[in-house]
């Protein structure tokens, strides 16, 4: 190891060269390489982490670029893991990388967490955070979690073995909120600093628990606000009632999608491949739901677009008169759509696109 | 009796620095019926509550003089 380059960490008291052999000999797995993914990355490599995960199925999007400050607009349409990879590599030539360029489901979560120290949620979506919080459960793999909403940032540091097993998400909130309570950054807005600022604070929670520092935010959750630099930290107690799945059988076969509200019964879901059997039935309206300034990589062919923001007012266009199946870019709007359409007109058969245009993406990796 | 509520994320948007009136010795269940109430759009939010910054559970007491927060889950990432 080159102690010139971490000479000043080696220097500080609570990390020493013994704290920087346990950096160099650390495996984190970073699930998300977004606006949290982007600082914890950044951070971890420069430290000297000995090997790091990068998870992301998502390619990069000109609206991305204000906070996820690893990509340039030369990376646009191109899968995250990979951009990300590409410049972590030479930011840290010490650090070994392994790129999933995929998003993470409960059949191939426990095989990827099973080969890492500390697992890192940088995610943007429930039902992600619960598959994460149940692996490191069954793993027994530390959860170091942080989420943001508007102004305000929430970090914890779940089931780090102490003197016994410490909270986990499903302590703090043990089911899922109903789809559309929560907004996402898309509808409610975020300034870059925000996950900047509390990617940083995660980033230093796992090079505490690393180097074996006091204080680790276990048992608890950090709230802090970007508006007024005011923090609050709520104590966690574990909760025996909480029921998870279990064992290896019980965690693949949990409907995690069911589980977060991602499906609903009015509304068949298909998958993207049956999209060409469905374009030979007549009297099937196909109908893109995604904003216009989401189309800029060019329009789906024989799709009718009808952006989400005016849905309601433009539905009348559609005229469908048996089948109507909706897409967008992750599977979410398009079941909202659908659920609506099929609320005004319940004559229509109404399908949503499974994952939406991510499943194309996902089929090209597997 | 008037407790006095911590609010965050989108629950703060809703309720802003309202206090709520609960009975003494009423629980967290009768807390979220109260809100509920008197704030509909919480009606169907899932939210933490904690009673003197320790998350607590639906049968947990609220007394007199408590410090309530009230969390709900952020997604963004």
């Keep these: ?366 | 009796m008037k407790i006095t509520i911590q609010a965050f994320g989108k629950i703060e948007e809703i309720i802003g620095d309202s206090d709520c009136t609960l009975n003494s010795g009423d629980t967290v269940k009768a807390l979220y019926n109260q809100l509920a109430i008197q704030f509909p759009a919480l009606a169907n939010m899932m939210y933490a509550v904690a009673i003197n910054n320790k998350i607590a559970n639906p049968s947990s007491e609220i007394k007199e003089g408590d410090s309530i927060a009230l969390l709900p889950p952020f997604s963004g990432g």
Excluded: W
């Excluded at chain 1, 062919?301 to 009348?316: A, D, N, Y």
């Design chain 1, 1 to 366: 190891m080159n102690f010139d380059k971490y000479q000043r960490q080696i220097a500080h008291k609570k990390i020493g060269v013994n704290g920087q052999i346990k950096l160099k000999e650390a495996s984190v797995l970073v699930v998300g390489a977004g606006g949290l993914g982007c600082p914890v990355l950044t951070y971890l490599t420069a430290a000297g982490v000995g090997k790091i995960g990068i998870v992301d199925g998502d390619d990069v999007e000109l609206s991305n670029l204000p906070r996820q400050v690893l990509y340039s607009e030369q990376d646009i349409d191109k899968n995250k893991a990979k951009c990300a990879l590409r410049y972590l590599k030479e930011l840290n030539g010490d650090v070994k990388f392994q790129c999933f360029p995929m998003h993470l489901d409960n059949e191939f979560a426990l095989e990827i967490v099973i080969d890492y120290d500390i697992v890192i949620d940088c995610t943007d979506d429930f039902a992600t955070r619960y598959i994460l919080n149940d692996a490191c459960c069954i793993m027994g793999r530390p959860l170091v979690y942080a989420a943001i909403s508007g102004d305000e940032g929430q970090v914890a540091v779940f089931n780090i073995l102490a003197k016994e097993l410490t909270a986990t998400y499903r302590d703090l909130f043990p089911v899922p909120p109903q789809n559309d309570e929560v907004p996402t950054c898309e509808q409610s807005g975020v300034v870059g600093v925000l996950p900047g600022i509390i990617g940083l604070i995660q980033a230093n929670e796992v090079i505490k628990i690393i180097t074996e520092q006091k204080d680790v935010l276990m048992n608890q959750v950090l709230i802090f606000n970007l508006s007024n630099y005011q923090s609050h930290i709520l104590e966690i107690p574990r909760n025996m009632d909480v029921k998870r799945p279990n064992t290896f059988e019980e965690f693949k076969s949990f409907n995690y999608a069911k589980f977060c509200n991602r499906e609903d019964d009015a509304v068949e879901e298909i998958d993207f491949f049956n999209l060409e059997e469905m374009k030979k039935e007549s009297n099937v309206v196909f109908v893109d739901v995604r904003e216009e300034s989401e189309l800029a990589s060019g329009k789906l062919e024989g799709f009718l677009v009808v952006p989400m923001s005016r849905f309601e007012s433009e539905m009348k266009f559609i005229r469908a008169t048996t089948k109507a199946v909706f897409i967008c870019k992750s599977g979410s709007r398009s079941r909202k759509a659908a659920k609506i359409y099929k609320e005004k007109y319940s004559n229509v058969v109404v399908y949503s696109i499974r994952n939406g245009l991510e499943e194309k993406q996902k089929q090209m990796y597997h």
